[in-house]
């Protein structure tokens, strides 16, 4: 299956377009360049990469954590902290146990001992 750039551009090659509708194509074709995956730009893949990288660090040094103590370790706010660990357990980089009774759900590095890793 093609890439939208790809069509893009086979399009702006082609004959029959006026100087303006080449215009229109040639700023989509740029749009469609900047986006990183995900449909989010580069800019911001960056930095959801960057806050990865710094919740594994977080990880890394074993135990379980709750996104609240992840937040508070990394200086996020707790409604990113957890998307981006929902993205790690979705990818198999963390692993998660669910809230059971009072307790909160934890993440951690490695797999729980009494659960396999669950991904939402």
């Given at each position: 299956m093609a890439t939208r750039k790809e069509v893009l551009t086979k399009a702006y090659e082609m004959d029959g377009f006026t100087a303006e509708e080449k215009e229109v194509i040639a700023k989509m074709i740029t749009a469609v360049?900047?986006?990183?995956?995900?449909g989010?730009?580069?800019?911001?893949?960056?930095?959801?990469?960057?806050?990865?990288?710094?919740i594994a660090e977080v990880l890394a040094q074993g135990g379980t954590y709750t996104a609240t103590e992840v937040a508070n370790a990394t200086g996020m706010t707790v409604q990113k902290t957890t998307a981006r660990l929902k993205a790690m357990v979705a990818a198999?980089?963390?692993?998660?146990?669910?809230?059971?009774?009072?307790?909160?759900?934890?993440?951690?590095?490695?797999?729980f001992p009494e659960a396999e890793?669950?991904?939402?």
């Open positions: 360049s900047k986006k990183g995956t995900g989010v730009s580069k800019k911001v893949q960056a930095e959801r990469e960057a806050e990865t990288a710094q198999g980089t963390a692993f998660y146990k669910p809230a059971k009774g009072k307790t909160k759900a934890q993440f951690g590095a490695e797999p890793a669950e991904t939402e």
